[in-house]
């Protein structure tokens, strides 16, 4: 068992940020609400209507054969999705790669409005785009933290350089 019994609900427009160590069931939870697999007890709903098979959601998943992450995420919006799943987008990107596409994918939300569900094992990769952040326990995943926070209200440049970013992450670290 990946995860532990969980109850969530997401807020249309939110952004929110996975963060936990390897096996904490990120992967996971992406895969129910992509509709690719199915939960052992309950349902999950996206928009209101249940996810029983794959659906209007997008998901990009690094390293894909070989697909550039960028080309992902637009093939994945060429499809409309209602909500877009991103598993480990920043995975082996260098730092100036992983800023630049921090600042599209901020770009993308504010422009479109899209759910956004972002899986990392580092919380500074996905914080600063967020709305909200949930920490996961090691496996079997249990939501230890659920924390709504205001990083995605302001450019990417200025947060990353906020020192309440780095206040932040530090105590998830320590969680």
Request: no cysteine; hydrophobic share 45%; glycine share 10%.
């Amino acid at each position: 068992m990946a995860l532990t019994p969980t109850d969530l609900t997401i807020d249309g427009g939110a952004v929110v940020a996975l963060v936990g160590p390897t096996g904490s069931g990120k992967s996971t939870l992406l895969d129910i609400v992509a509709g690719r697999l199915l939960p052992s007890e309950g349902q999950v709903l996206v928009g209101g209507a249940p996810v029983v098979g794959p659906g209007r959601r997008g998901v990009v998943i690094q390293p894909s054969e070989g697909k550039d992450v960028r080309a992902q995420i637009a093939e994945a919006l060429a499809a409309d999705p209602d909500v877009l799943l991103l598993d480990e987008p920043f995975d082996g990107l260098s730092d100036s790669e992983r800023e630049h596409l921090q600042e599209d994918l901020h770009a993308i939300w504010l422009d479109t409005g899209k759910t956004m569900m972002i899986a990392t094992r580092n919380a500074e990769e996905a914080v600063p785009l967020a709305t909200r952040v949930l920490v996961l326990s090691a496996g079997p995943g249990e939501i230890l933290r659920d924390v709504h926070v205001d990083f995605a209200e302001r450019d990417v440049p200025s947060v990353l350089a906020d020192p309440d970013l780095v206040r932040f992450t530090a105590r998830l670290r320590v969680a």
